[in-house]
């Protein structure tokens, strides 16, 4: 708390974290206010850059913080060091939540939507026209249309899907389990509010009912809007219940047995350090969603990029074997995202390589699944091909 209260801390540790980013601080001012009782009100301060500066206003009642970096791109391109610079100050100061917005100056397009794979990569794709964007009860979500992608939805500026290449996502998350099921009559899938993940299941004909419990309502309302070439009527669909809750809190309190249980959530850890499905990545969830599987059931979930975030693809993998008897881990580039992304199938018994490469198209055939853009019977075996880099990560009485 006392960096939001005194200014003479505040301006040494702006002034570190300038020198750690290569950038060059030239001035500062910092000043410390009061409320009428005296009691302290916040800081506010300034940071002179050769680059340009940096902002600081800080609400210790409220324990937040604005952070706004400027950099000049004139003689040389400063952005690597400013995110930089931004990553240290939110760290730092350990936000709960965390909200940004980049914005690119002097460019003759509308912008870039930017995915942070690391501190230090970033993926950007240009966006023609910005459609909507708004502050939910929990999260920012934008819709923006890009040349590359469609239309895509971002939240808290984290690419989540797009229009033209959806399907490497939805259709790896959902058919490698679901066709190692002989026969998913329920699903639940906790987050999915763009629909994706309902629509591929429904493609499986025995399917009979779907909990779709997604905890931003938002979601759900903005991908029904601007997104129906991604669930194509799916969310509307008699068999997708829709319950708009935490999803460990449904597990939890939940009695019911799914043939298929989906985390279809935003990224496992966001850059900022926080997330909403922080709740659903710990081993207590994975032993509550083991409990709510029939017996040849699997839960499906993504892991993040084994490249940029290997301590996160790990742990997930570790924190997953001791829940569930059997795991399986796969990976799919999805463009969209920029790297490689790791998935995995988690199960009581039923193995997804187990299956044959005849068998797995013969249950194709007969689902009527043979439209698929990505999936099919040699996807399914080559998508759990593991080299070597991906073994060194995993836990090895699983796999």
Same mark, same amino acid.
């Given at each position: 708390?006392?960096?939001?209260?005194?200014?003479?801390?505040?301006?040494?540790?702006?002034?570190?974290?300038?020198?750690?980013?290569?950038?060059?601080?030239?001035?500062?001012?910092?000043?410390?206010?009061?409320?009428?009782?005296?009691?302290?009100?916040?800081?506010?301060?300034?940071?002179?850059?050769?680059?340009? #500066?940096? &902002?600081?206003? $800080?609400? %210790? /009642?409220? =324990?937040?913080?604005?952070?706004?970096?400027?950099?000049?791109?004139?003689?040389?391109?400063?952005?690597?060091?400013?995110?930089?610079?931004?990553?240290?100050?939110?760290?730092?100061?350990?936000?709960?939540?965390?909200?940004?917005?980049?914005?690119?100056?002097?460019?003759?397009?509308?912008?870039?939507?930017?995915?942070?794979?690391?501190?230090?990569?970033?993926?950007?794709?240009?966006?023609?026209?910005?459609?909507?964007?708004?502050?939910?009860?929990?999260?920012?979500?934008?819709?923006?249309?890009?040349?590359?992608?469609?239309?895509?939805?971002?939240?808290?500026?984290?690419?989540?899907?797009?229009?033209?290449?959806?399907?490497?996502?939805?259709?790896?998350?959902? #058919?490698? &389990?679901?066709? $190692?099921? %002989? /026969?998913? =009559?329920?699903?639940?899938?906790?987050?999915?509010?763009?629909?994706?993940?309902?629509?591929?299941?429904?493609?499986?004909?025995?399917?009979?009912?779907?909990?779709?419990?997604?905890?931003?309502?938002?979601?759900?309302?903005?991908?029904?809007?601007?997104?129906?070439?991604?669930?194509?009527?799916?969310?509307?669909?008699?068999?997708?219940?829709?319950?708009?809750?935490?999803?460990?809190?449904?597990?939890?309190?939940?009695?019911?047995?799914?043939?298929?249980?989906?985390?279809?959530?935003?990224?496992?850890?966001?850059?900022?350090?926080?997330?909403?499905?922080?709740?659903?990545?710990?081993?207590?969830?994975?032993?509550?969603?083991?409990?709510?599987?029939?017996?040849?059931?699997?839960?499906?979930?993504?892991?993040?990029?084994?490249?940029?975030?290997?301590?996160?693809?790990?742990?997930?993998?570790?924190?997953?074997?001791?829940?569930?008897?059997?795991?399986?881990?796969?990976?799919?580039?999805?463009?969209?995202?920029?790297?490689?992304?790791?998935?995995?199938?988690?199960?009581?018994?039923?193995?997804?390589?187990?299956?044959?490469?005849?068998?797995?198209?013969?249950?194709?055939?007969?689902?009527?699944?043979?439209?698929?853009?990505?999936?099919?019977?040699?996807?399914?075996?080559?998508?759990?091909?593991?080299?070597?880099?991906?073994?060194?990560?995993?836990?090895?009485?699983?796999?």
């Amino acid at each position: 708390m006392s960096l939001f209260l005194e200014a003479d801390l505040l301006s040494a540790f702006v002034a570190s974290c300038v020198k750690d980013t290569g950038l060059t601080l030239v001035g500062e001012k910092y000043v410390s206010f009061s409320n009428p009782d005296q009691s302290p009100a916040g800081v506010t301060g300034t940071a002179l850059l050769a680059e340009s #500066h940096v &902002a600081l206003h $800080t609400w %210790p /009642e409220l =324990k937040a913080v604005t952070l706004d970096v400027y950099v000049c791109n004139f003689t040389q391109d400063n952005s690597v060091k400013a995110r930089q610079l931004l990553e240290l100050l939110i760290q730092r100061f350990d936000p709960a939540r965390c909200t940004r917005q980049e914005l690119q100056r002097g460019s003759p397009q509308p912008g870039l939507a930017t995915e942070q794979l690391s501190t230090a990569t970033h993926y950007r794709t240009q966006v023609q026209q910005r459609i909507m964007q708004t502050q939910s009860q929990f999260q920012q979500i934008e819709i923006a249309d890009t040349r590359d992608f469609g239309r895509i939805m971002r939240i808290d500026q984290a690419m989540m899907t797009s229009e033209k290449d959806e399907f490497f996502y939805h259709e790896n998350l959902v #058919h490698p &389990a679901a066709i $190692t099921h %002989p /026969e998913p =009559k329920t699903a639940l899938i906790i987050g999915g509010g763009d629909g994706g993940s309902s629509r591929q299941l429904l493609k499986h004909p025995s399917i009979e009912r779907i909990v779709l419990c997604e905890i931003d309502e938002e979601v759900v309302s903005i991908a029904r809007e601007y997104l129906p070439s991604i669930h194509q009527g799916a969310l509307n669909d008699a068999k997708v219940e829709h319950v708009y809750t935490d999803g460990f809190a449904y597990v939890q309190n939940s009695d019911e047995q799914f043939d298929l249980i989906l985390l279809d959530l935003t990224d496992p850890l966001s850059p900022d350090g926080s997330s909403l499905a922080a709740t659903c990545m710990t081993e207590d969830f994975f032993r509550q969603c083991c409990a709510r599987l029939t017996t040849q059931g699997m839960l499906v979930m993504h892991l993040g990029s084994p490249f940029y975030h290997p301590q996160r693809y790990r742990d997930t993998l570790h924190k997953l074997a001791a829940a569930f008897p059997l795991i399986r881990p796969y990976s799919v580039f999805i463009p969209l995202y920029g790297a490689e992304w790791g998935m995995a199938v988690a199960s009581l018994a039923a193995d997804p390589i187990a299956l044959t490469g005849s068998t797995v198209k013969k249950r194709i055939e007969h689902r009527g699944l043979q439209n698929c853009n990505y999936y099919n019977e040699q996807t399914h075996q080559a998508l759990f091909a593991i080299p070597n880099y991906l073994r060194d990560l995993m836990p090895d009485q699983k796999i």
